[in-house]
């Protein structure tokens, strides 16, 4: 469980990397444990809560907001 202050924590990591059009690494919480996911995030969907991120040249995927618990830019 994160507190409020991380996810704020997240939240402007995620609007500097998008700002910046910088790559990030994302630690995802799914099915009890955690995976490491980098590249660059393209769109915040406000309505689904969910992030798109492009892992490779022209490959996305979709990751929920909720189920990210590390943000870090690495570019």
Do not use: N
Request: proline share 1%; hydrophobic share 40%; net charge negative.
């Amino acid at each position: 469980m994160l507190s409020e202050f991380d996810t704020e924590e997240f939240d402007q990591r995620i609007d500097y990397a998008i700002e910046f059009k910088l790559a990030v690494r994302l630690t995802v919480w799914e099915d009890g444990f955690t995976t490491e996911m980098t590249g660059h995030i393209h769109h915040v969907d406000p309505i689904t809560h969910q992030l798109r991120i492009e892992i490779k040249d022209g490959e996305f995927e979709r990751v929920a907001c909720d189920s990210v618990v590390g943000v870090k830019v690495v570019d």
